[in-house]
């Protein structure tokens, strides 16, 4: 078995024309590990994704997955992968179960070995008793987790998965993160990319903060909210047209604080205390909320801007 | 862990570097199994469409047309006429049919071949796959209509059973330009100028006459056009009346699957893995 990280990417560069859609980020991908990268759309997640993928060659910096050149060993190196792109794409003129057997034939397994694999994976996906429906007739939950048993066919030693729940209803995301939940259990190695921190938290040992092509931060999603931002955070909505003007008087209420159009965040080790204290100052809050810090937080601290806009 | 690395190196050595891994035939039993679930309809349609021509034109038209003279000096029915290059049609149908409207979908919409080269498969490999998926129907359009012809005494000479690997060629040739045409296609206006080329090509390709009724630049100008050679190359096995012009008609389509393939391959390797 391949020993050392099964993805180094270093100074990795791709311009389409004069923008730079992924502009020299490095990072190191350990077997086994869940690895992120957080941003928001256009953040050059996908463009990332595509090149670990072998699907698209970069334009600098170097590239190696499982020890092999994209650019050179596109075959062998997709071979190993197990792909989940953004979008599904399912062939939909094949039947549920087919689609697993069909995807397995283009990585040369045979109809044997198939079989029993495809019904495993069917299992897996809980899918089983949808093995003979079309997949018009899924629901998007459903197609989901059809292409990440599909992505499984080939037992892939790294899953690429490209925001595995956008567009998900929570059910079907909790369902979905119980799946992939199981996988890193079983120490298949995942790359996924996401704007939802909550799903970042949830699944990554390790993640990249990306924005505009760069790394901001990388680290363990705990030790980045330590990091960047503080133990609690107390939202407070003093009405959309007060926010701002109240969050310049509240002067040294809080280590630090953020405006947002709808709310005033205040970051802070005890949330309840200056909540406290805004009150007994004489303002009056037309709702507050105390909770702990999250990627989100971070995200905005790194780059002044929400991931979800 | 141990089974993956042992078919990872057991992927056949590629002779076209990273574009093929010699498994063109997963893409085309997914093409079987996709037809055998959902198509079947469509193919019995363009299948049946030249068995009309034939019994309107070859047989009704025929009978008040009488022979026709083929020029070596042969009198042919006009049914025994036609029938080959209706051969010919439907094997340039089936294979259009496939190779641009349907490889149009699976690149556009269903994202088909996205999928595909994100697995072990190259561009070479889903081509070729694709192109045999036209083959296979040229093939089984050919067979039927063939069985047809004999049945109505249109096969005069044993030569006919040629005309089979010489439909599957044909298939081949417009398979393989139509996949790299509609490579380069990107809108559904821009398909339909196939059939706009389609179609005035059918009706004169010496299809249901001989070329020689035109005059001299008309005769160049339709011999420069791919189904003339099909018709000719078909109607010369299926009456026995050969010539050696019949190979230039097979060199006119291996040049055509050649070009066609190099185009499909390049072509698909700059969309999907750029």
Redesign the interface.
């Given at each position: 078995m391949f020993p050392g990280p099964v993805i180094v990417a270093s100074d990795l560069r791709k311009t389409y024309g004069d923008s730079a859609a992924v502009d020299g980020i490095s990072f190191e991908v350990a077997p086994g590990e869940a690895f992120g990268l957080l941003g928001p759309n256009g953040a050059g997640k996908s463009t990332t994704m595509r090149m670990l993928g072998a699907v698209s060659q970069r334009t600098g910096g170097d590239l190696r997955i499982l020890g092999l050149d994209p650019d050179r060993s596109g075959p062998e190196i997709r071979a190993q992968l197990g792909v989940v792109p953004q979008s599904d794409n399912l062939d939909r003129e094949l039947k549920v179960r087919d689609n697993l057997i069909v995807y397995g034939r283009y990585f040369g397994m045979s109809r044997k070995e198939l079989g029993p694999r495809a019904d495993a994976l069917l299992e897996f996906a809980q899918l089983t008793d949808r093995a003979k429906a079309r997949v018009d007739q899924l629901s998007g939950g459903m197609k989901r987790r059809l292409t990440i048993a599909r992505a499984l066919i080939n037992d892939p030693r790294i899953l690429l998965l490209d925001e595995p729940t956008t567009g998900l209803d929570p059910q079907a995301r909790h369902v979905l993160w119980d799946r992939l939940f199981r996988l890193k259990e079983q120490g298949t190695t995942l790359v996924l990319t996401t704007h939802h921190m909550d799903e970042a938290e949830q699944l990554c040992d390790r993640l990249v903060v990306v924005d505009k092509g760069v790394i901001m931060a990388e680290g363990p999603p705990a030790e980045l909210i330590s990091r960047y931002s503080s133990r609690e955070v107390l939202e407070v909505r003093f009405g959309s047209d007060n926010n701002a003007a109240v969050a310049a008087r509240l002067g040294s209420i809080g280590e630090r604080s953020e405006v947002l159009p709808d709310r005033v965040l205040i970051y802070t080790a005890n949330g309840e205390r200056e909540l406290a204290a805004i009150l007994a100052a004489g303002f009056a809050p037309i709702t507050s909320l105390v909770r702990r810090s999250s990627l989100e937080d971070v995200f905005l601290r790194l780059t002044g801007r929400s991931l979800v806009e | 862990?141990i089974?993956?690395?042992a078919?990872?190196a057991?992927?056949p050595a590629?002779i076209l570097g990273?574009v093929y891994?010699g498994?063109a035939r997963?893409?085309l039993?997914?093409g079987i199994?996709?037809t055998r679930?959902?198509?079947w309809l469509v193919v019995l349609s363009g299948f049946l469409e030249p068995v009309f021509y034939l019994l309107s034109l070859g047989l009704g038209l025929g009978s008040v047309i009488g022979t026709i003279d083929t020029g070596g000096g042969a009198q042919l029915s006009y049914a025994a006429y036609i029938a080959p290059a209706l051969l010919a049609v439907s094997a340039m149908n089936g294979a259009i049919m496939d190779s641009t409207w349907n490889v149009f979908f699976k690149m556009h919409f269903?994202?088909?071949y996205?999928?595909?080269?994100?697995?072990?498969?190259?561009p070479f490999d889903v081509a070729l796959g694709e192109i045999l998926l036209a083959l296979l129907r040229g093939a089984m359009y050919a067979v039927g209509f063939m069985v047809i012809m004999q049945a109505l005494g249109l096969n005069l000479a044993w030569t006919a059973l040629l005309a089979l690997p010489a439909v599957v060629l044909v298939a081949a040739g417009f398979a393989s330009v139509g996949m790299a045409i509609t490579s380069f296609m990107k809108t559904f206006q821009q398909m339909d100028w196939v059939q706009f080329f389609l179609l005035p090509m059918f009706l004169f390709s010496a299809t249901f006459y001989p070329v020689t009724v035109y005059p001299v630049p008309i005769q160049w100008l339709v011999q420069a056009l791919p189904l003339y050679h099909g018709v000719e190359l078909v109607r010369g096995l299926t009456t026995g009346v050969l010539s050696p012009a019949m190979l230039l008609h097979v060199l006119y389509y291996l040049a055509m699957v050649a070009v066609g393939m190099v185009f499909t391959t390049r072509r698909l390797k700059a969309l999907?893995?750029?």
């Open positions: - | 862990m089974a993956v690395t078919r990872a057991a992927v590629r990273s891994a498994n997963a893409v039993g997914r199994t996709a679930s959902s198509n269903s994202k088909l996205e999928g595909m080269v994100a697995t072990s498969l190259g999907f893995l750029s």
